[in-house]
């Protein structure tokens, strides 16, 4: 079973693929939608639920997203039939970094998806060359809430602490008009929600011949967190604008 494979099972409880509650996805959505008629773009959207979520919100809103994964954009297109929301979202399957567009976006946001550009400034970089005039970015990603470990660093990869992150974004010309960081009940949650789903299906799935790999990796997945990282890594999401010179 390849890593998309793993990444649906993990996330079927939890489509926000982010340690976020649906509060704070409504609410940073609300401070980034001020007047309901906006154009968002999601680079990385993946299944595209910040996506279906702004766009039930706001019924004027317009949307786009772009991703890589044929499979996340097919659950996108259905899960916007289903809420009747496909006339006004727009999927892409192509790289991030390629995607172009004839107009800006009053919100681009990518969540949990730096990674994908290497790192958050590129990620940044990559959302300016969209954004209107007076737009937001909703970008989310980690940071080290105190020493970690040699291993976390080795599992996890770069992070600064939250100061330092905070202090690298404004460097880069961005001002954060609000932010969320989330709570160890959120970052529990979300941990227990993606290895529990995956072991979930391993047991549910006993004959099929993936069963016993995705079990141990469940296991795996669930021990690193526990005894690596739990302690030291967090996870905030900015709502910025670019600050004028």
């Known amino acids: 079973m390849n890593r998309e494979q793993i990444s649906a099972l993990a996330h079927a409880e939890h489509p926000i693929k982010s340690p976020l509650d649906d509060d704070s996805v409504r609410q940073l959505l ?3 939608l001020p007047h309901g008629d906006e154009r968002v773009l999601d680079l990385g959207c993946g299944g595209g639920e910040w996506l279906l979520r702004a766009l039930a ?14 499979g996340d954009l097919a659950q996108a297109r259905q899960a916007a039939v289903r809420l009747g929301v496909q006339e006004r979202l727009v999927l892409h399957q192509r790289e991030a ?8 976006f009053d919100l681009v946001l990518s ?6 550009f290497g790192g958050l400034l590129p990620t940044l970089a990559a959302a300016r060359k969209h954004l209107a005039p007076g737009g937001h970015v909703l970008i989310g990603d980690g940071f080290w809430e105190r020493e970690p470990a040699p291993e976390a660093v080795e599992m996890l990869g770069e992070f600064a602490d939250l100061a330092t992150t905070v202090d690298r974004v404004a460097a880069d010309g961005w001002t954060a008009v609000h932010g969320h ?13 993606c290895w529990g789903s995956l072991a979930a299906w391993a047991l549910d799935h006993p004959a099929h011949p993936d069963s016993a790999q995705v079990l141990g990796t469940a296991a795996t997945r669930r021990s690193e967190w526990l005894r690596v990282y739990r302690e030291t890594w967090g996870f905030v999401t900015l709502v910025l604008r670019r600050t004028s010179r």
Request: charged share 25%; proline share 7%.
């Open 181 to 193: 960081v989330s709570s160890r009940s959120e970052l529990d949650a979300y941990e227990w929600s």
């Open 97 to 104: 970094e390629e995607f172009t567009s004839p107009h800006p």
């Open 111 to 116: 969540v949990g998806a730096a990674h994908a």
């Open 57 to 70: 919100m706001h019924p004027q809103l317009e949307a786009e997203g772009v991703d890589i994964s044929e």
């Open 30 to 32: 609300e401070r980034c």
